[in-house]
């Protein structure tokens, strides 16, 4: 679903041209892009309910039915403030949970807005686990097996993908964070002995950040592999198939692939060097339970 707003705002509750050739927010800065994308990935559209999403998704039709309308009259279409403030609360709503290609509601666990649901416990279980060759194997897997999904569910629609190519990305993507995990964690097990207490953080998020990281962006290159080679659609700014594009196919699946290089940095880091701290600072309780409790 393309971003959409109102051509201006009046204040004194009057209607205003509204068009959905614009996007909601102002794309060429930082911010506005920011918005945009916080606008269908807030964790909170998470908890909209199917249904809601339909609704939503009706209410957006019909107001583009509206302006298909009135352009065939050579007119525009006038909306009031509140009926903008509806569309732009719906497109949100669309855009967490409608593929943009194919139309098709995407799975729950799937959408960009559940992310923060599926790493918590998931980093968790990184930081929080042993580093035993059973708990590095078991949450690497759990882990990928999370990503193959979310790259599928959110996959460019225009490449065809069989259930042996996205077998093949499975394993592949499996395979290589295990293999990363146990690498790194065999590299510095000469070191174990060194990192005691809250630097046992460190340990863990060595292994689990590196794992991670190979692991995240080889998952997405071999699951959009086909957009890297054979390219993607470019469109007008009407939405028109212009072609197809090798050079922007792999722009795009390059720089998200850093993208999810770097995206445990944050949700590892954090964690880390906060408990750190609170080791330095003598802030560790020594009862087990609340321990737990404090992690």
């Known amino acids: 679903m393309s971003n959409t707003k109102a051509a201006s705002q009046g204040t004194d509750g009057s209607k205003v041209p509204f068009t959905f050739s614009q996007p909601f927010y102002d794309l060429s800065t930082y911010v506005g892009r920011f918005k945009s994308v916080w606008a269908s990935t807030n964790p909170l559209l998470f908890l909209v309910s199917n249904n809601h999403v339909m609704e939503c998704q009706g209410?957006?039709?019909?107001?583009?039915?509206?302006?298909?309308?009135?352009?065939?009259?050579?007119?525009?279409?006038?909306?009031?403030?509140?009926?903008?403030?509806?569309?732009?609360?719906?497109?949100?709503?669309?855009?967490?949970?409608?593929?943009?290609?194919?139309k098709e509601v995407i799975p729950k666990p799937m959408r960009l807005s559940a992310y923060l649901y599926a790493n918590i416990p998931i980093n968790f279980g990184f930081l929080m686990s042993a580093p035993t060759t059973f708990n590095i194997v078991l949450w690497q897997w759990i882990n990928q097996t999370y990503y193959v999904g979310v790259n599928y569910a959110n996959r460019n629609a225009a490449s065809k993908f069989t259930n042996k190519d996205l077998a093949i990305a499975y394993c592949t993507a499996v395979a290589a964070s295990i293999g990363v995990g146990l690498g790194v964690k065999r590299f510095i097990e000469p070191f174990k002995s060194s990192f005691t207490g809250s630097k046992a953080f460190f340990f863990m998020f060595t292994i689990s950040f590196m794992a991670n990281s190979t692991a995240n962006g080889s998952n997405l290159m071999i699951i959009r592999g086909k957009e890297y080679k054979n390219g993607i659609p470019i469109t007008d700014k009407d939405g028109n198939e212009l072609g197809v594009s090798k050079t922007i196919g792999r722009s795009a699946v390059l720089q998200t692939a850093f993208t999810r290089c770097i995206m445990p940095i944050l949700p590892l880091g954090i964690p880390t060097v906060s408990f750190f701290l609170l080791d330095k600072m003598g802030m560790i309780p020594k009862s087990k339970p609340l321990k737990i409790i404090q992690q």
């Open 59 to 102: 209410l957006i039709k019909r107001y583009q039915d509206e302006e298909l309308a009135a352009n065939a009259k050579n007119e525009e279409l006038f909306l009031s403030q509140d009926e903008v403030a509806q569309i732009k609360q719906a497109d949100s709503v669309v855009r967490s949970a409608i593929h943009p290609d194919t």
